[in-house]
């Protein structure tokens, strides 16, 4: 114990140095600066978004711009980038202190939260190892002993990377934390996949459901794909998501000015790049639900899901989600759609029956550190002060709604 409070001492002290030198005293103090996110020029992180070894559509710059520049919580992000030797950008991970990301004083860096919940940093496919090698070498040489990556996939290109370009070193990934969430393959049937994972006796009943919500009027699914759809049809999922139990808990879009404003942005510079659907149920003239789905390369992200409650008897989340796995599997262009959902979500997790590992990794900076033990340690151990704390918040939110 008498170690480790000597190590976390001395954590505090160099992540305070660490947070003075940036970026006003970086070249006096020998550290380089962090550069705010919005110095990167958009033309060449959007080239390196079109040659990423793995997708991520929230570190794209439509989205990620906006999430840094509008929402509170999340605003005025820095980045690390990587550059090689024709100066070409070949790595981009935004990040932010872990004082912000934990209030903990720790000198690491920590990817950047863009709202949605993938952490994987752009790497140019041709050269990721380079990439992810210099992506390390630009956090150390801020002072960082470490960089975590946070929901990140755990078996995916990017992370192999960081392993290779690791193990180059004589280093390690330590993952922090991990799960698995719902994931789809577009590649495959939609009706053969929704067979498969429902069953005819559940898919008879989810028939009879849509039959029922048919009473009100034709069933209709519409996709909005250009700027000026997108943002028509936003408002409608703006408004279904704040009529939930998301109204209820404070936690819909639109309930914050700032997060408004972020998705109003994101969602039409991302269509307008080809990078963002809206899709919506109906029933005659009236949405039941609506879903934000954003895209890159080959993956879709489903992000964000709006109801209309008085509908809850014909499931129009799960009937929205059978339209859009008939929609993604029908694409050509997608080969797997990311739930973005919490492991075991009830709504998705019968439906899209892959599984994507997800984690926290901490990629240690420096051969025989001895900040990497303190640093493991503070993120254990307040992970274990907050446990109760969060079973509190959940009980008491079950607890209001079940008598709502």
């Known amino acids: 114990m008498v170690e480790f409070a000597d190590a976390a001492q001395a954590a505090a002290r160099s992540e ?5 030198k940036q970026p006003a005293d970086a070249a006096r103090h020998g ?28 570190y794209l710059p439509e989205w990620e711009l906006a999430v840094s520049t509008f929402t509170r919580s999340r605003a005025n992000v820095s980045v690390l980038t990587a550059a090689n030797d024709t100066n070409s950008l070949i790595g981009l991970l935004p990040v932010i202190s872990a004082w912000r990301a934990y209030k903990l004083p720790l000198p690491v860096l920590v990817s950047a939260d863009p709202y949605g919940t993938v952490g994987t940093p752009l790497l140019d496919r041709d ?4 990439a992810a090698a210099r992506l390390m070498d630009h956090a150390r040489s801020t002072g960082a002993h470490a960089l975590i990556l946070r929901d990140c996939p755990l078996e995916g290109p990017a992370m192999a990377t960081f392993t ?22 577009a590649t495959r049937d939609a009706d053969e996949l929704l067979r498969d994972a429902l069953g005819a006796k559940k ?32 408002e409608i999922f703006l408004t279904l998501e704040a009529s939930g139990w998301k109204a209820r808990r404070g936690t819909a879009l639109a309930q914050d000015d700032g997060d408004a404003a972020f998705i109003r942005r994101a969602v039409v510079d991302s269509a307008a790049r080809g990078n963002c659907e809206v899709v919506t149920l109906f029933a005659g003239d009236t949405p039941v639900a609506s879903g934000i789905v954003a895209r890159h390369l080959d993956r879709a992200f489903y992000f964000k899901m709006g109801v209309d409650e008085s509908f809850a008897k014909c499931s129009p989340g799960v009937q929205l989600t059978l ?6 599997c029908a694409d050509p262009s997608i080969a797997t759609a990311d739930s973005n959902a919490v492991a075991g979500h009830p709504m998705i997790d019968p439906i899209w029956r892959g599984r994507l590992n997800v984690g926290d990794v901490l990629i240690p900076l420096h051969r025989r550190d001895p ?4 640093i493991r340690s503070g993120l254990a151990l307040r992970k274990l002060a907050r446990e109760p704390a969060r079973r509190l918040v959940h009980l008491v939110r079950h607890l209001r709604e079940t008598r709502s």
């Open 16 to 20: 305070a140095g660490f947070a003075r």
């Open 31 to 58: 550290a380089a600066a962090l550069l705010p996110l919005d110095t990167v020029a958009n033309d060449t992180w959007r080239h390196l978004g079109e040659t990423a070894i793995e997708p991520n559509g929230y």
């Open 127 to 130: 050269h990721a190892d380079e």
């Open 164 to 185: 290779r370009a690791l193990a180059q070193r004589g280093l390690k990934p330590h993952i922090l934390q991990s799960h698995a969430r719902a994931c789809l393959d």
């Open 203 to 234: 898919l008879k009943e989810l028939r009879r459901q849509r039959n029922r919500l048919a009473e009100h009027g034709e069933v209709i699914f519409t996709i909005a794909s250009t700027p000026s759809e997108v943002q028509r049809d936003l």
């Open 323 to 328: 339209d859009l796995t008939r929609h993604l």
């Open 371 to 374: 900040f990497i033990p303190a």
